[in-house]
């Protein structure tokens, strides 16, 4: 058993204010144990099985002094701040969170060789429930754009919900079967996938009387994936050998599916609405049945969902299938000299049941590749972008429809994601006890996800991502180590170059917030929106009033077209706020990455002790290198933080440590 105890202080990302939107982390129970049984009943069977635990509850709190007693003028001031220009939050965190993650694990298997055989049986389960709570000032947070107010985000606390997984099994054989100079590895895996919605009793905050429900049962899973390897000695002389491989992934089974459809999620019942200081206090004021811009009545209810707070926004289609992946790959390794090997390897991933989200009382058909026929929008041909001035088409819903809201989770078999990697590697031993290994990876993931804008046509840009010019994607790696001949030292080093990271329209475009995972084909989980697998990039937010609805400039020749500086953006803009696409998602990356690593020991025997003494020096030559930015929301205002870094390589450590054996 390992218990940890710990705190974490004042956690906090570039643009959060540490005094009032920091993070305090307290860990109740953090503890991870296991037990395991092996026994060699013969020289030709083994039986092993065991049991292991995670129980990682943690509480992420507002700093001290933020929380403020429910329903008091303070509570109602003491919103979140976040400002998606400038790139920064500030007054409080989201919400204060619990998370009570408990996770029970029990596996065995039993593995027997004979002859030209090695086979093995065996199953693994795992089960638990995961409990979380919510809390906030005002219940809600308020949302700005080069500091002007223009939404607020309403969420459904003070709420606690639980899911649950009640099975993740999986029963399974294989056998590496060797017959002259080819082997055959060859595995059929069954799983039963079973996760549910635990019930709960009624609860009540500002905008949210979520009513007493019980348990909701998603639909059960059981999938069967083959496992397949060849490996042929080309020659017979052990230096070439040529492999292939097939293989079936079944997305990663938790409780994240049953979250979207928990009603007291307060992770997922959100929704985002316009917001008018008319008083200018900074304070978000109204309550549910408001008439919006009357006295006391700043937030627009008139375009929150009236399912809102009551019951979960999305669910399940009856038939849904857990999205998987097909993995394929066709490699060479061959031996140059003694002790010197090369392998190249090609990797081709294919998505399965992918899921989509369709909002059913918004019903649309595709018209052709990439266009959709959608009566519950109105077409906006003049949004010009404010990089180049080009004219791009968004969709506004008409009025009728802002209220209606039934989203519909399926698989839809027109949704594509391809991966293709190339790997080429070498493995080096050197005279007197030296190797050397490292190579390179290049890789590509492309998608394509037209047919999920039905119900939302403004996921229609940039949705073929074959048009995108997503690039390739180099890494390198080179690492080595070398006994001097001067004191016994042994010295390594390594150095990492890494392409870099692709950057991401996320959490309103500001990265200081867990997100919430979604269950992807091939494990993807970048957005809160299911219809867009790889989520945006540059976005160009405009929002019904205030200095983000008109235009500023007319950049490029978008006054010839029309761009009058002072006009609206989009008149008669219904919805709260659109995020506009400017740039094509994953084609938008931080500089590459760079960073070398050493290492110098010794090693001292004593009789039965033996101390391994070790100096590390991680980044040696102190790269500041970054891998994030602080918003994704493009702005030419003063103060705005558009691509600024947000997170670089930690700088140079040294660590003294020590191994010893006896």
């Known amino acids: 058993m390992d218990r940890l105890f710990k705190t974490r202080d004042h956690d906090v990302t570039a643009g959060v204010d540490p005094k009032t939107a920091g993070t305090y982390w307290n860990s109740p129970i953090y503890e991870t144990s296991t037990i395991k049984w092996t026994s060699t009943i013969s020289n030709r069977l083994l039986v092993e099985g065991g049991y292991s635990s995670n129980i990682e509850r943690y509480n992420n709190l507002y700093e001290p002094g933020v929380r403020k007693p429910y329903g008091t003028p303070e509570w109602y001031a003491g919103a979140r701040h976040s400002d998606t220009s400038f790139g920064t939050v500030s007054n409080a965190r989201a919400y204060e969170y619990g998370s009570y993650p408990d996770r029970h694990n029990a596996q065995a298997a039993a593995s027997y060789i004979r002859g030209g055989h090695n086979l093995k049986f065996g199953f693994q389960n795992s089960w638990g429930p995961y409990n979380q709570t919510a809390w906030a000032n005002a219940d809600l947070y308020q949302n700005y754009l080069n500091g002007d107010p223009v939404t607020v985000t309403l969420l459904a606390t003070p709420v606690r919900w639980k899911d649950r997984l009640n099975a993740n099994l999986a029963i399974y054989g294989q056998d590496a079967w060797t017959i002259n100079r080819l082997t055959i590895t060859y595995g059929l895996r069954w799983e039963y996938l079973s996760e549910q919605v635990s019930g709960q009793p009624a609860q009540h905050g500002r905008f949210a009387n979520v009513p007493a429900f019980g348990d909701i049962h998603l639909p059960i899973f059981r999938t069967f994936s083959p496992r397949t390897a060849v490996v042929y000695d080309l020659f017979g002389n052990g230096k070439t050998a040529i492999r292939f491989g097939f293989n079936r992934f079944e997305a990663a089974g938790t409780t994240n599916l049953a979250a979207q459809y928990n009603p007291a999620n307060a992770a997922t019942v959100t929704f985002t609405t316009s917001w008018t200081d008319m008083n200018k206090d900074d304070v978000a004021q109204g309550e549910l049945g408001c008439v919006y811009l009357t006295p ?178 180099t890494q390198f790696k080179l690492v080595g180590t070398y006994p001097l001949p001067l004191w016994g030292l042994q010295v390594s080093g390594s150095l990492q170059a890494l392409p870099g990271y692709p950057l991401y329209y996320l959490n309103n475009g500001l990265l200081t917030e867990p997100q919430v995972p979604l269950l992807q084909g091939g494990g993807s989980a970048l957005n809160a929106v299911l219809n867009q697998p790889d989520g945006a990039g540059t976005v160009f937010t405009v929002t019904r009033t205030g200095p983000s609805s008109v235009y500023t400039a007319c950049p490029g020749n978008s006054a010839a077209a029309g761009c009058r500086v002072g006009d609206l953006v989009i008149p008669g803009m219904t919805q709260a706020s659109l995020n506009v696409p400017l740039i094509a998602p994953g084609t938008e990356l931080t500089p590459r990455i760079n960073q070398v690593d050493f290492s110098v020991g010794k090693r001292f025997t004593f009789e039965r002790l033996r101390i391994e003494p070790k100096i590390d020096l991680f980044n040696a030559l102190n790269s500041s290198d970054y891998y994030s930015v602080r918003t994704m929301v493009y702005s030419s205002a003063v103060g705005a933080t558009y691509k600024q870094p947000r997170e670089i390589l930690q700088g140079r450590i040294v660590r003294l440590g020590a191994v010893v054996n006896w």
């Open 296 to 473: 006391g009545c700043e937030i627009n209810f008139a375009q929150v969902p009236k399912n809102f707070g009551t019951i979960a926004l999305s669910t399940f289609a009856a038939k849904l299938k857990r999205p998987y992946s097909l993995v394929y790959n066709l490699g060479v390794t061959h031996e140059l000299i003694p002790g010197v090997a090369v392998t190249a390897e090609w990797f081709h991933a294919v998505a399965k049941n992918i899921l989509e989200r369709n909002n059913i009382l918004r019903p649309g058909a595709m018209t052709g590749p990439a266009a959709v026929s959608n009566a519950n929008y109105i077409p906006v041909t003049v949004v010009f972008s404010p990089i180049d001035g080009r004219a791009i088409t968004m969709y506004d819903p008409i009025p009728s429809v802002l209220q209606a809201v039934a989203n519909v989770d399926t698989n839809d078999p027109n949704l594509k994601n391809v991966a293709n990697g190339f790997e080429f590697n070498f493995n080096a031993r050197l005279p007197k006890g030296g190797r050397v290994f490292g190579g390179t990876s290049t890789d590509r993931s492309i998608a394509n996800s037209c047919s999920a804008a039905t119900t939302n046509p403004n996921f229609l840009l940039y949705c073929d991502q074959s048009k995108s010019g997503i690039p390739w994607r």
